[in-house]
């Protein structure tokens, strides 16, 4: 079970965007996209066939997955995520330091 997933409220607890948070719009492998995090200007070529025009455009890259935590919003600071069965067999993340379920 993955511990950060799509849609998730995270911080950023190492790098230039540190203490930023924002909400993950993918995931891959070991890398995160987080709204408003990371962002880096890119030259872009125009490209008549797509339609767009050039110049410097400022995109979010990605970042790694073990520079964010997640938000947690009780507690208003960042926190661990834990894996826990419930009675009924269902895996939920849990935040590690309240045990409350992540919604």
Request: hydrophobic fraction near 40%.
């Amino acid at each position: 079970m993955n511990k950060i997933k799509k849609n998730d409220d995270v911080i950023v607890i190492a790098g230039k965007d540190k203490g930023s948070r924002g909400s993950v719009l993918s995931v891959a492998e070991n890398f995160v996209l987080v709204s408003g995090i990371n962002k880096v200007k890119k030259h872009q070529k125009p490209n008549p066939v797509k339609g767009t025009t050039g110049g410097i455009v400022e995109i979010e890259m990605p970042i790694h997955i073990s520079n964010i935590a997640i938000y947690n919003a009780t507690a208003k600071k960042a926190d661990r995520v834990g894996v826990k069965s419930l009675e009924d067999g269902r895996k939920v993340r849990v935040f590690k330091s309240s045990g409350e379920v992540i919604a």
